[in-house]
Each structure stands twice: as C-alpha cells, then as structure tokens.
C-alpha cells in the first residue's frame, strides 16, 4: 500500500511541476487513453480466461445487467444534481 501512495505521490508531484508544459500535458492524456484501454483489455482476457465465470456467464447476465444501469443511472442523476447545485448560472 506504501508503494502505490509514494508511486501516486510521485506522479502527482510531476503533474505539478510540468503542468505548464502543454506538450507534455497533451502526450500524458493519450497515453492515459491508451493505458486504459489496455487495461479494459487485460481483464477481458483474465475474464475470458476463467472458467468459473464464463460457464456462470448465463446467470450473472441480468444481474449484472441490472448492477451496471443502475450504477449509470445513479452516477447521471447525482451529475445532474451536483451541477444543478453548483454550477448553476444566475
């Protein structure tokens, strides 16, 4: 746990200090993009790869289902609150 807060730590102290380098900035966010699709791909594959979860695939589909509209549901109604709160123009 040690390692990932001094590795974040790190890492933000480097944003903080190339902040005001655009070239920088710029190539950071497309390898942030890329690294998260490697990463969704990555647990594609450890999800393919386990068996116990794809012969349950079946049974987990609606439940997931329901689990997933309802994370994003939440998520778009809490956005819309929060910004209705404060960043409403008067």
């Known amino acids: 746990m040690i390692a990932v807060v001094s590795i974040m730590a790190g890492g933000m102290l480097?944003?903080?200090l190339l902040?005001?380098?655009?070239?920088?900035?710029?190539a950071n966010e497309k390898?942030?993009?890329?690294?998260?699709?490697?990463?969704?791909?990555?647990?594609?594959v450890s999800i393919g790869s386990n068996d116990q979860i794809?012969?349950?695939l079946s049974s987990l589909g609606l439940l997931a289902l329901i689990v997933s509209a309802g994370a994003?549901?939440?998520?778009?109604?809490?956005?819309?609150?929060i910004f209705k709160i404060?960043?409403?123009n008067d």
Do not use: D
């Open 19 to 26: 902040k005001a380098r655009q070239r920088v900035v710029s």
């Open 14 to 16: 480097l944003g903080f």
């Open 54 to 56: 794809m012969n349950s």
């Open 86 to 88: 404060f960043f409403k």
């Open 72 to 81: 994003v549901a939440g998520s778009i109604l809490m956005g819309f609150v």
């Open 31 to 44: 390898l942030i993009t890329y690294a998260i699709y490697l990463l969704l791909f990555m647990m594609g």
